[in-house]
C-alpha cells in the first residue's frame, strides 16, 4: 500500500501533524508512506521505519491544482496517480484541489480535512482523519527519521537549559528583558549553563542580553538546521520557550519542556509530547517572579 500526505504550512503545522502520520503508519506498518510538505521537514522523518520519501510542497507545477479548470502539470499528475490512499491537509473549501486531482487521473481514496479551528487540541484535531479510517493518534515518536538516530553525547559539569525567546510571531514573544529578569531570579537558586537558540525571527536579540548571559557557560547558537536543533533539545535537561515551532520540536524530541502561551491559547495549540508543560495567563504574560515561580517547581519535579 501507498499512502501520500499533504501538509502545508510552518514546522509548528507539521509537527502537529505527525501523530495523525503515526497512526497511520502504526495501521499499515508495512506501507510506503511519502508526504508533500517544507523541502527541510524531510531531514527529521526520512528514514527507515518512518516517511519514505517527501516531496517540497514548493515545488513548481503544484500551482496549477488550484486553479479551477487549467492545465495540470504533467509530473504531479503522474505524481498522485502512484497512491492508494491520499489525505490532504490543504484548504480546498471549494473542492478546486480534489477535482483537479481527479481530472490528473488520482486514484484511490482521498480524504480532505479543514486543519484551521480546531475545537480540541490542534494534533487531536488533525487526527480526524485517522479515526475515519478505523485507527487513532499514534507516537509521533517513531517518525523520527535517519538524521534524527544517534544525537549529541556530551559530558557536563552543569545542567543545560536551552531557551528559545522568540518565534514567527512577534505577539507571542514575551519582551527578552522580562525573560531575562526571571532567569536572573532562577539563577540564584540553580546552577544551569543556557543555549540560547536563534534563527532569522531572533535577530538582535543577543544585542538585548546582559553580559551575565554571555559568559563561558551561556552560548548562543544561530542558524542550525533543523537536525542539529532537535539534538540540542533532545539533550537538554529543560526546555523554555514560546509558542513556537521550536517548542513543538521540543515537545516531538522527548525533552522536558516548560512552554509560555501569552495571546495563544494551550488548550489548542498546545505541542504534543509526554513531558510537555505549558504556562498560561489567560491572555496575559507572568507578572514579575511569576514565570521563575513556575519554572522552579519543574526543575524540582
Not at 502537529?16 to 499499515?28: D, F, H, Q, S
Not at 514548493?58 to 495540470?72: E, T
Amino acid at each position: 500500500m501507498k499512502i501520500l500526505v499533504l501538509r502545508g504550512g510552518a514546522l509548528g503545522d507539521f509537527l502537529l501533524t505527525l501523530p495523525a502520520v503515526a497512526g497511520i503508519r502504526e495501521k499499515w506498518p508495512d506501507a510506503v508512506i511519502e508526504m508533500v510538505v517544507g523541502k527541510k521537514f524531510g531531514e527529521l522523518v526520512v528514514g527507515e521505519g518512518a516517511i519514505q520519501a517527501v516531496r517540497p510542497i514548493d515545488q513548481p507545477g503544484l500551482a496549477s491544482f488550484y486553479a479551477k479548470g487549467g492545465k495540470l502539470d504533467a509530473e504531479w499528475s503522474d505524481y498522485f496517480t502512484e497512491f492508494d490512499l491520499t489525505i490532504s491537509y490543504l484548504f480546498d473549501p471549494d473542492e478546486i484541489f480534489f477535482t483537479n486531482w481527479k481530472r490528473a487521473g488520482g486514484t484511490g481514496e482521498f480524504i480532505s480535512h479543514d486543519p484551521r479551528n480546531p475545537k480540541e487540541v490542534a494534533w487531536k484535531h488533525l487526527a480526524e482523519p485517522v479515526r475515519r479510517l478505523g485507527a487513532n493518534a499514534g507516537d509521533p515518536g517513531r517518525l523520527f527519521g535517519g538524521k534524527l538516530k544517534g544525537g549529541i553525547k556530551t559530558q557536563r559539569k552543569k545542567p543545560s537549559w536551552v531557551i528559545h525567546a522568540g518565534s514567527g510571531g512577534a505577539k507571542k514573544n514575551w519582551p527578552i528583558q522580562d525573560w531575562v529578569k526571571e532567569l536572573e531570579v532562577l539563577a540564584r537558586k540553580h546552577d544551569f549553563a543556557v543555549t540560547w537558540l536563534a534563527g532569522e525571527a531572533e535577530v538582535g536579540l543577543e544585542g538585548q542580553l546582559h553580559e551575565f548571559w554571555k559568559r563561558r557557560d551561556h552560548r548562543w547558537a544561530k542558524n542550525l538546521t533543523l537536525p542539529e536543533v532537535f539534538h540540542q533539545l533532545q539533550s537538554s535537561d529543560l526546555y523554555l520557550g514560546h509558542d513556537s515551532g521550536i517548542s513543538h520540536l521540543a515537545g516531538w524530541s522527548g525533552a522536558k519542556c516548560g512552554i509560555l502561551f501569552g495571546p495563544t491559547d494551550p488548550a489548542l495549540w498546545a505541542p504534543h509530547g509526554e513531558r510537555v508543560r505549558c504556562w498560561s495567563g489567560g491572555g496575559r504574560w507572568p507578572r514579575e517572579g511569576e514565570w521563575a515561580e513556575w519554572v522552579d517547581t519543574m526543575v524540582a519535579n
